[in-house]
């Protein structure tokens, strides 16, 4: 009997050992963010130990859309945890657009070193993780605007007018600064954000090129191209520059894109982080649609036409019986945004340019 106690007590010594050396290796693996890490542990400190607040986590991975979608549930959260000190654990390179909102108590990213140490350290019944429905097992149809599901998954009410994104003012200034640059003559903006995300949901890149070339042949306008080489998959799929066009890929964090788009003129872009922006911003914008259904994600501030094509599969994603589509592939050759048309699109938006 001692000795099987004597095992015991050691066997949960060696794994709270190993718990701590690899939090430990995980703290110090990124120099560069050790301050950063060691701020957020004595904040940590302070609000739950000291101060005895209850840790509540939000988490979720995917992108910035999931993300100003899911912060509507903040609110409800705080509601649920009057004496909470709560934080969002966000998508990669997104904690700063989540602390911009105000609403939470702390940000940091997926897989970071204060990401790991709050599931460790939050008590289950207060930790949240929400899925959407297709991401089951077996997978449900996706029937409500995304702030919704998740506010369901969590079991609050959304409040989506809560969410407003305050720009760093050290991002604006450097955006100034930038687009005084490349536009000294002050000419109307336009961004454009052609991906990648999952190729269902991308426009063809000569397109793009065509797009850019009636813009730059009718209008004075300055066009800049945003996004990164990553999809929404994390895979490197680097998009083809587009004639005309400044091209800033990869050169711009999440609240210097915000800060972009809070100048611009008008933002045309796909389903995907930049356009969930420009929508929380209330950015003018032309948003090309096609398996998704833009009234299931664009968020009721956005000031956006919707452009999509006109087959009868139009927002496959919410089809009762599932998707007819996979993120990487169509049987119907993707035809929902084959068919958006370049002249359609130029019609859209050039009321703002002209504005």
Known sequence: MLISQIS??????????????????LLLSSPRDLPRNLWLLARYLSNVQLRRKNLVVLVR???????TCLLASVPGLKERHPNSWLAVISPPGCWRLAASTGLVDVTADMHSFFAVFVERACA???????????????????????ADEFARAVGVSPDPFAVHLRIPSGARRRMLRRLREINPGQHPVVVFHPGPTWPVREWPSARWNALAELISARTPSVIIKVGTDLDSMRRVRPTAPIPNAVDWTNELDVTEIAALLDQASVFVGIDSGPLHIAGVLATPSVAL???????????????????????SCLGCQHNPAGPLHWRTGCPHNIACMHEIRVEEVFKALAPYIER
């Not at 997978?139 to 409500?144: F, H």
Request: charged share 20%; glycine share 12%; no cysteine.
């Open 124 to 146: 289950s019944s207060r930790y949240y993780r929400p899925w959407l429905p297709d991401e089951h097992d077996p997978p449900k149809p996706q029937v409500l605007h995304l």
């Open 289 to 311: 649609f096609g398996p998704v259904s833009a009234k299931f994600r664009m968020h009721p501030r956005a000031q956006a036409t919707v452009v999509t094509g006109g087959v």
């Open 61 to 67: 991975g995917g992108g910035l859309g999931d993300l």
């Open 8 to 25: 015991a007590f050691f066997s949960v010594a060696e794994k709270k050992a190993r718990s701590v050396i690899s939090g430990a290796l």
